[in-house]
């Protein structure tokens, strides 16, 4: 039953990808109002679910030190990823050189993903409620990411068909992930101890490093105010979640 969770989430997940063929008909204005407001939501939801239920659960059995060591590790893993495998959350074509970064952004993003499947596989094994607030919290911050992912395929010069199929493609690895993550915990029952951490500094390098300063280069007030809800929003989303959602 929990490997039934775990790969029905991860291919939801995969299937975010697919979110391209949404913005084909929206006006540019209008999507970048949209997706500035997912960033501040995207952004709430990694503090909430690093602190509000990863680090919680990461605490209840094992010592502090060690949690925190992990949590330093998986700052300090992303950190390194985004620097030299340029993981970066362009949202607009002129921030980066996308030409000769198209084929790099697709492996960046397939590793990337498929530790998000090994992250939703060790977050089931230690409780329903658990792995279905990684997968939330994973969805909401792929939005963004995968738009942004789908706008550098393109304008690097993939078709727009030929963008999806090899954002699909890239996006399936977090499948192969997560099958690999349950066997993995399964026989290394201290692996989900190590990933949890782990994955909580990630969302809090994400969400303070990527995310949030994309949100200070607005100098609109309306949008900078409305950014800041959506992330408020994003945090009370999962406190919510921490109540709400079934153990």
Sequence with gaps: MVLIWILGSTTIVSLISLVGIFTLSIKGDLLHKILFCLIGFSAGALIGGAFLHLL???LENNKSSTVFSYLILGIIIF???????????????????IHAFTYL??????????????????????????????TLAIILHEIPQELGDFAVL????????KALLFNFASALMAVVGA?????????????????LPFTAGGFIYIATSDLIPELHKENDLKRSTAAFFAFLLGIAFMALAKNFLPE
Excluded: Q
Aim: glycine share 12%; with cysteine; proline share 1%.
């Design 56 to 58: 919680p659960e990461c």
């Design 79 to 97: 950190f390194l990823m985004e620097r030299y495998l340029h993981w970066r959350h362009c949202h607009e074509e002129g921030a980066c050189k």
């Design 105 to 134: 952004n697709l492996v960046g993003d397939g590793f990337h993903n498929f530790i998000d499947g090994m992250v939703i596989a060790a977050s089931f094994i230690v409780s329903l409620k658990l792995g279905l607030v990684t």
């Design 154 to 161: 393109v304008y690097g010069g993939f078709t727009r068909k």
């Design 179 to 195: 099958v690999i993550g349950y066997f993995i915990t399964d026989l290394a029952g201290n692996f989900s101890n190590f990933i």
